[in-house]
Every structure is written in C-alpha cells, then in structure tokens.
C-alpha cells in the first residue's frame, strides 16, 4: 500500500515538519511565559494552561503520527463523509453545547471541551478538494460556483448560529482557494472592497450629518448612499465619450454598494438586538471602549511596543504575566513573543511563518492530483487567515477577532485541528507520486 | 492538470506582502516608538519611595535624646475606592469626620485619580495595627511607612528643633525633597538637616493589572536602598537639662551650661519650654497653633538664644578686664563711691577693684569707664571719646559680645555693642563724648546681649581670656568634632589680668556681704556676678553668670529669670544648683524647694 519507489519517510517533507516542531515548542515556552507564576509547582501543572498543553502537544504528535500511517486515498473517499460528520457535530453543539462567552461553541465529553468549529474546516477543507478532483469542476460553470457555495456555506451557517463570528470568518479563506482554481480575481477585491463598505456603513451610521441652512440632520448611512451615487455619476461625466462601454459595470457596482450599505444598516438596527450591536461594534473596535476590546488592543500594542528591540527577555515580561493583556496565553499569545522575545523574536515568528506558507505553497504546486493541490491551498488559507487576523490584531492593523495563532496560541481544538490539517497534507504530499496524473 | 500557476505566485507574493507589511509595522511598534515602554512601565511598575531613617540625638552620656518611631501615612487611589463603602465605619476606624472624609477625598480627587495621594498622615504604629487589620474592606487605600520623630524625655525642644512639611520652595531647591516629606525648621534638626535626612531609597515592584503586587521587578536590580541619616552626638547632658527645665518651671527666662574647656553646651533650658513630642503626628498642626497663638507667653521663642537684654551689672566684669589691659587702672585702683554722680547701693565708700565688683559698686565703673574712654590721645574731648569707644567697642567684641557665634543653632542673636558710627548716626560725627555715654560704664545704655553670649562669657572668665564656640554636636556619625568647635578664640584681654577679677567673683558668692551669696555652695568654689536688667514698665530681670570650680573649671552658666527682681535673689540659686547637680550629683533639697515653688508667670493672675 506504501510507496512503490522509495520510502514515505524520505519522502515525507521534513522541511515542513521540522517548521512544526519548532513553532509548536516556541508556542509552548511563551504560554508558559504568559501564565507563569512563582507559586506553580510543575511543567504538568494541569491546573495552568502551560501543563495542559503539554497533554495537547503530546495528543497532537499522535494523531500526527496517525494521520500519516493511514492510507492517502483514504481522505480522499471519505471527504465527504468527514464534511458530514463535522456539519452534524456544528448542529449538535447548536443543543447540546455548552455557552462560554456568549457563544454556544463547545462540546463537552468525558471532560474533555472540543470546540467543533475548529475541525469543521477541515471537513470543508477535505470536501472542496474531493469535489474539485471528482467531478473536474470549472469555476466558469455555474454548477462549480453553486456546490463550492453549498459546500463551503453550510458550516458558515452553522457556526454563524452559534454565534461565532471568528471561526465564520475563518471560511472567508477559502476564496483563497478557489481564487487558485480559477474563481476570478475580481471577486476577492470585490469581496475585499464589500468588507471595507460594510465596516465603512457601521461608521456611518453612527454618526449625523447636519444639512446646511436647515434644522434637520442626516443619517449617516443615506448620506453614503448619496456619496456612492454621486461618484458614480461623477465617474460617468467624466468619462462620458466611452459611456457606451462602462455605464453597465458603474450602475451595477452603484446599486450594489447602496443595496449593500441599506442592507447593513437595515440588518443592523432592526433585526440585531442590543448585544449583537455591542458585540459586532466591539470586534470592530468602532466604538472604542476603554474597558472592552479597545482597551485589549491598546493594552496588546503597549505589550509588543514595550519589549523593544531584543525584549525584555524570557519571562521577564510584566503585561502579559499580570494580566494587563487579555488573554494572554490564547488570543493575545503574539503579545508574549513581543515583549519578552522583542522585534528580533516577532520577526523570526513571522518569517517561520512565511516559510511554512511559501513552503506549503511549492508543496501544493507540485502535487500531481488535483486533490492534494486544493487541499494543499485550503490548509495554507485557513493557517494564513489565522495569522494575518491574530498577528494583526494584536499590533493593531485588523480588528479584534478573537482566532487562535496556529501552533502559538493555548487551545487543545485549535493545535489538533491545525495538526490534522498539516499532517494530513504531508502525508497527501509524501504520496503524490502513487497518484496518476 | 496545472490550472495556472501564475495564481499560485500571486498568492504567494500576496503572503509575502502581508509578512513584510507586519515587520515594518512592528519595527514602528518596538524599535521606533519608544512610548510603549514607558506606557509599560507606567502600568507595571510601582515606584516605592524607601524612606531612609532620621538622624538619632543622643546626649553626652549616649542617653537617647530623639528617635524614630514607626508611623504609618494612610494612601488613598481615588480611581479604586470603592463607592459603596461603608464611609461611617472608615471614619469610625480611622478617627475622622465624615465631613473630614469627604473633604479629603475630594482633594486626593483633585491630585489625581488613579496616582496615590496622602489621606491621613503620621498615624502612629499603636493606632495603626486596628486600621491595617480592617483595611481590606476598603480597596483603594494602603499605608505608606514612614518615621515619626520621638522624644522619649520629652526635653531640650528648643535645642532639637522641630520638623514640617516640606513646602514648595523647599521643593523647588532641593531635589532630595518631595511632596508630603519632612524638613528640620529650627533647632539641631534644622541646621543638621543634611546630614541627618539621609538619602531616600526607591524599591520597584511589579504589580498587576489589579494594583496587586506582584514581587521585585528584576530581582531588584533597580533597587536603591535608603541611606540612613547620620546620627548626631549633642553635647547636652540629658540629665543637666531635664533639671534646669524643671527648676525653670512657672519661669520666664534662660539657662545656658558650658563646659568651659571645650565649649560644649551642657544644656540650654529656655523657659516656658514646651513638650516637643506635642509637634509630631496627627495633632502637630492643631498643637502647632496651640502654641503659637494662643500662647502669649511663646514657648516656641528661644530666650536662651534670642532673646536680647541689657547686660547690667555682670557687664561691670568686662569692663574691669578691659581697663586692666589698657592699665587704665590696676587691682588696686580706688575711687570714691561718689553716689552723686550715679546711684549706688550697699554700705561701702572707697573700694578698690575686688570691692568694686564684689558690692557692684556703680560710681566705681563709672570711673573706669571714663578712663577707657577718654584716654588723652586728643586734646579735643569729641576726638578723644571717639577713639576711645573705637578701642573699647574692639575689646568688648574679643569677648563674643556684640557679635554673632558661629555655633550650630541656628537663629542665634548677635546683641549689640555700641560703636562710633551708631553715635554718629544718632548724634552726629564729633557732637557725642562720655558724657553722652556713660550708661554703657554699668551695662546699661545701648548694650544689648542674649544668655548664651553671657554663658560663653563666664566660660571665657573661666578659661582665663579665651574661649571654644559654643556648640551642640560633638560628633556627626562616626566623624570627629568639627575643626571650627576646635578653634580657641583668644580676648584681647592678656590672660594675667584675669586673675584679680575672679578674685573678686570669688568673693561676691562666697564673702559676707557679696550679692550672690544664693550660689554658694559647700565642697566648690562657685565665682559669679549678678546682674539686674532694668525694665522700663515691668519688674527687673534677674541675672547672673557663674563658673566653678575655681580651679580647673568645669562648668560655666548664665541664668536669667524675667521679672524675678534683683539677679542675687533667683538667677544666682538656680546657678548654684545647676552647677551642684552636674559636678555632684546631689542637690541641695531646702534651696530647690524655693526655686520650684516660685512661681514669676500665674503671679499677676493670681493677685487678680
Ligand atoms: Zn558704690
């Protein structure tokens, strides 16, 4: 059932592994930075994170080795089977779930929390790549576009009931993928430019425009329906000789923008309550709240910001261990790296990361089935999502999204998920030669 | 099957640009900004002032004279207190009013909100135990140690001095001062302020997000421990000075002990004295005003050192001394007790000097005076009395009057002793003569000086024509006495001329008929003069200087008691005990019950 020509253990990529194993120990030491504490007693200290994620890390080495003793085809055949499994257990957690947080996302058995959502992506994730290989998808068919929405839809759903706007984001990264398998390019920046108009109507709607020699006020959101309508009249003005060739991509960008705006905005105040509009607000930082989440940000750049150049040095770090920055050892873990590791140490993180991507990236590129390529594309997606939302949230260019750091942040779900994920596509890599072009 | 590899690129390169994007973004973070360290630090870090240990007064003997007691100042963080507080039971705890509490608060308030300030200050280590038991019920406030000032034997105020706030001005010029610290303001405490306030020490903790400590930051790397201030070594006998307070009880006036060999202040009593415990801890302020305003009688005032008085008949001495140099006249000098001229008292005609001084003959002094005046270097009167008092003012000056002691009490009056550029200015240059200036022959006149000049004087007599700057520390920590304390200052008087005038000093206490027969005593040759201050609207000051033994002295002393009449009466038996009690021991208990039951302060309340 191995390889025909040579062994999976030369071919496996060490490269990728080793990348693993070093990121996972680093994440290691800085949790324990983040919880330290001199009273603690022992690594295995299972109370502190740092002692349960010792149990993690060693559970997660095992389904790795696991992952790569089962036959490749195996994840193939079954992807669907995984997709559906997973999507029962999001549906299950919708009864059965515990709430922590507000959001009702755990699963609790025989003591252990599993947070679905966290393995959710990797059903997705197998699905798209089976559904893309079998049935020689072409992103121009309509049929295509429908089943990666269905596909990719239903776990959004899901976990969007629970509520758990992060892990739902998540899934945004596999425009990624589907950009490499010949979506247009188009649809990512429209995506990217809806993302900004809807943080931009949530600004908007906030505030009241005064109209000028009267007593009345404008809200916001009309007055950026106004704005979008009069740039798209100014554009056509402008270019009114070739009126002919652009009037039909201006007016439908036009509608769609202040569809989109009044949609938000209609959403918004009349169908959220109270706490959703809290919620959505202070995960956007637009309402800054020096108790809530723009407190955590500010608190997160004083932490980074002050481990200059060469850090503090190893758990001499004060922000993160006395609990300025919130949670420390799982969402703000980058923090830790910052200020006792300093610019030196965020830096190498970042380019270990950079290689893994780069890396994953050349892996996926080679692989002979089409398969492994997309799954290949969906395990680089999702861990790039995580990094540029959490790295980027804790330096203060995204907003606070509260999403693990692959392999750094403190979490069992989140390190056997990423796990899975990476292992399963060495082990889809160390076998592309068996698979027939 | 390869779709399009030019999308893998881009994703690649859109990665990449993400990448880089953070690493400049963290490079403005880390390396650029430098606000984010000190933001940390502000949050972090608590700065906690180690406030050094006060100098400690011993006295001669190493009895305590002030120490530090441990005191506790109650912090407040107004951003932390919790508004549901029960404020009746904190004020209950802490011994204020609510309107006290609401008062300060409002000011912590206005200091500022989440930065400590001072609630209550200086609550003493007793009351303080019951406070820091209940203190967890009220967060937002914590104790701050510090030192309070102690007085076990509750004596020698007016030498130690006392403490206040810093102000301020006090602030602005010294950089060793922060707000809320203590500052000598008189005494001892004041013009050893350097050396006795140490260096302050600062001790940095970590704290966490709920103000809670969390340990040393860097092991204490950072750390400076406080300097304690140095010690001082006073030359005060406690013993010698509780005394003097006591006899001094219901008086107004001074007494000043020196030992004349070195020039030590064995004790400085200045009377009404008050308890200098009373100006330390919570109830300083409320004493404070106690003492200042409602006290007509100003205990605060250090008669000893600043009060001025005329001189009276003890100046006869001087100038005595001064006529000898100038062989003006000799021991056997006599002059008729030639009453119309000046008044005089006592039962003798034609003294010569040892009777002079002995019946305090006024006609006597007259004529010396008028010798040294007017010498005959000038035909012209004017002239010649002009350089006369020129030369006169100079002898009198040897003599550390007229003139300020350099000593280590601060505010030490300087006195007066008239010269010719006063008379000019009052009279006119060349329109004054001895006729204009008789009254300084007998000490009265423009002559002014304070008790402890007086007491350096007896010492000067007891030296034989020189003295030691009077002074209050013998050692500073582990140091030598001060080169300046060391230095003998010489009259211009030749040692020679002393002699017949202590001769005579002799016999005013110990002869029938002498003026200070009060001083007497049994076992040792007590030398002294009296001298009455007149005064103008109230009873006569009684004063007397004195130094014994005769040989080898061992103690000089000036007593002044206002209002107590002629000096033989009073002053001259406070001496006398004073000098039993420090060369004895013993007491004269029949002499010490007159002293301790006259009473010069409730008398005019009592009549009434
Ligand atoms: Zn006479």
């Known amino acids: 059932m191995q390889s025909q020509r040579g062994n999976f253990w030369q071919d496996a990529d060490w490269l990728i592994i080793l990348l693993y194993t070093v990121m996972v120990i680093m994440g290691w030491l800085n949790i324990y930075a983040a919880d330290f504490n001199e009273s603690a007693t022992s690594l295995f200290d299972f109370s502190q994170n740092y002692g349960k994620q010792i149990a ?10 696991v992952i790569l003793l089962v036959d490749s085809r195996f994840y193939d055949n079954f992807a669907y089977i995984f997709h559906g499994f997973f999507s029962l257990l999001l549906i299950a957690v919708l009864i059965v779930g515990s709430e922590i947080k507000g959001s009702q996302s755990w699963l609790v058995i025989g003591g252990i929390s599993i947070q679905p959502a966290e393995f959710a992506k990797y059903g997705t994730a197998l699905a798209l790549a089976h559904y893309f290989s079998a049935q020689n998808a072409d992103f121009k068919k309509l049929k295509t ?34 950009y490499r398998e010949g979506m247009s390019g188009n649809v990512l ?166 290689v893994l991507f780069w890396r994953l990236i050349y892996l996926a590129e080679r692989q002979r089935s089409r398969f492994a390529r997309v799954f290949g594309y969906a395990v680089v997606s999702i861990f790039f999502f995580h990094f540029l939302v959490n790295v980027g949230m804790t330096i203060g260019l995204a907003p606070v999204i509260g999403i693990p750091l692959p392999f750094f942040s403190y979490g069992g779900s989140s390190l056997w998920s990423f796990t899975i994920l990476l292992f399963t596509f060495i082990k889809l890599d160390a076998t592309r030669r068996n698979v027939l072009a | 099957m390869k779709a399009d590899d030019k999308r893998g690129i881009i994703i690649a390169a859109i990665i990449g640009f993400i990448g880089s994007l953070f690493i400049v973004k963290l490079f403005f973070l880390q390396v650029v900004d430098d606000s984010f360290k000190t933001s940390a630090d502000n949050q972090a870090l608590r700065y906690v002032t180690q406030y050094p240990a006060r100098g400690i007064f011993y006295d001669r003997t190493g009895k305590l004279l002030a120490y530090n007691e441990a005191a506790y100042d109650l912090m407040v963080t107004p951003g932390l207190v919790d508004t549901e507080i029960d404020t009746v039971a904190f004020c209950d705890l802490v011994g204020i009013s609510v309107e006290h509490f609401i008062a300060r608060m409002n000011k912590a308030r206005s200091y500022s909100k989440y930065r400590s300030s001072v609630f209550e200050k200086q609550i003493a280590a007793e009351d303080w135990g019951e406070i820091a038991q209940k203190l967890f019920k009220y967060p937002g406030f914590f104790g701050q140690k510090r030192a309070l000032r102690h007085y076990p034997a509750s004596s020698a105020a007016h030498v130690m001095g006392y403490l206040s706030e810093v102000s301020p001005v006090d602030i602005k010029n010294d ?74 009880k219901n008086k107004k006036g001074s007494i000043v002990a020196i030992e004349p060999e070195t020039g030590e202040v064995l004790a400085l009593v200045s009377s009404p004295a008050y308890n200098p415990n009373f100006l330390v801890g919570r109830n300083r302020t409320a004493n404070f005003i106690q003492l200042v305003r409602n006290d007509t009688l100003d205990p605060l005032f250090n008669r000893a050192t600043k009060a001025v008085y005329r001189p009276g008949s003890i100046f006869k001495v001087v100038q005595a001394l001064v006529a000898l140099d100038n062989e003006v006249i000799n021991a056997s000098t006599r002059f008729h007790c030639n009453r119309g001229i000046i008044a005089c008292h006592g039962s003798h005609t034609y003294d010569d000097l040892r009777g002079a001084i002995q019946h305090s003959c006024n006609p006597y002094f007259w004529n010396v005076y008028k010798k040294l005046i007017e010498m005959g270097e000038y035909s012209s009167k004017f002239k010649d009395s002009a350089h006369g008092l020129t030369v006169w003012n100079e002898y009198v000056k040897s003599f550390g009057l007229g003139v300020q002691l350099n000593s280590d009490l601060e505010g030490i009056k300087s006195g007066f002793v008239p010269d010719k550029s006063f008379y000019d200015k009052w009279y006119g240059e060349y329109r004054w003569a001895f ?102 609207n109230t009873p006569d000051h009684s004063a007397f200087i004195a130094f014994a033994p005769r040989e080898n002295p061992k103690i000089a002393v000036s007593v002044y008691v206002e209002e107590a009449g002629f000096g033989g009466t009073f002053a001259a038996p406070i001496a006398g005990l004073m000098i039993q009690k420090y060369l004895t021991g013993e007491t004269n208990a029949a002499k010490e019950k007159r002293i301790l039951e006259a009473d010069f302060i409730h008398l005019n309340t009592k009549e009434e």
């Open chain 1, 145 to 178: 576009k429908l089943y990666s929405i269905v596909i990719i839809g239903i776990p959004v759903l899901l976990i969007m009931l629970q509520p758990d706007p992060g892990s739902t984001l998540v899934y945004a990264s596999f425009a990624l993928v589907l």
């Open chain 1, 189 to 354: 920046l429209l995506g990217v430019a809806a993302a900004l108009l809807f943080v931009i109507t949530l600004f908007m709607e906030l505030i009241e425009i005064p109209i000028p020699l009267t007593s009345t006020v404008l809200q916001g959101e009309y007055f950026l329906i106004l704005i979008i309508a009069g740039l798209a009249s100014a554009v056509l003005l402008l270019f009114k000789k070739r009126i002919k060739y652009i009037w039909k991509p201006i007016v439908t960008a036009a509608l769609f923008s202040m569809v989109l705006v009044a949609g938000v905005n209609f959403i918004f105040n009349e169908v959220f309550e109270d706490r959703h509009r809290n919620r959505v607000h202070g995960l956007l930082g637009i309402i800054s709240d020096p108790q809530g989440t723009g407190y955590n940000q500010h608190q997160s750049k004083i932490a980074i910001g002050s481990g200059g150049f060469t850090g503090k040095g190893y758990l001499q770090g004060t922000q993160t261990k006395f609990d300025f920055v919130p949670e420390q050892s799982t969402d703000f873990i980058f923090c830790t790296v910052g200020e006792e590791w300093g610019f030196l140490g965020t830096t190498l993180v970042i380019l270990l990361f950079m």
């Open chain 2, 175 to 248: 950089s060793a001062y922060q707000k809320g610290d203590y500052i000598g303001v008189s005494g001892l405490e004041r013009s050893y302020e350097k050396v006795l306030r140490g260096e302050r020490g600062v001790k940095v903790l970590m704290v966490d997000v709920h103000n809670a400590v969390k340990g040393s930051y860097k092991n204490g790397e950072l750390d400076v421990m406080p300097t304690p201030g140095k010690n001082l070594y006073t030359t005060l006998d406690r013993d010698l000075q509780l005394y003097g307070e006591r006899l001094m």
């Open chain 1, 56 to 65: 993690w890390i060693g559970t997660a080495g095992i389904l790795a080795v």
């Open chain 2, 435 to 536: 006729s204009t200036i008789y009254s300084n022959s007998i000490g009265e006149g423009e002559l002014g000086v304070v008790p402890i000049q007086m007491a350096n004087f007896a010492a000067i007599l007891a030296n034989r024509g020189f003295y030691y700057t009077p002074h209050f520390v013998r050692a500073i920590g582990d140091g030598n006495k001060q080169e300046r304390f060391k230095k003998k200052h010489f009259t211009m008087v030749d040692s020679t001329y002393f002699e017949p005038v202590i001769d005579a000093l002799d016999a005013v206490v110990n002869e029938p008929g002498g003026t200070a027969r009060r001083a007497r005593l049994d076992s040792i040759t007590v030398c002294g003069k009296t001298g009455t201050v007149q005064n103008k």
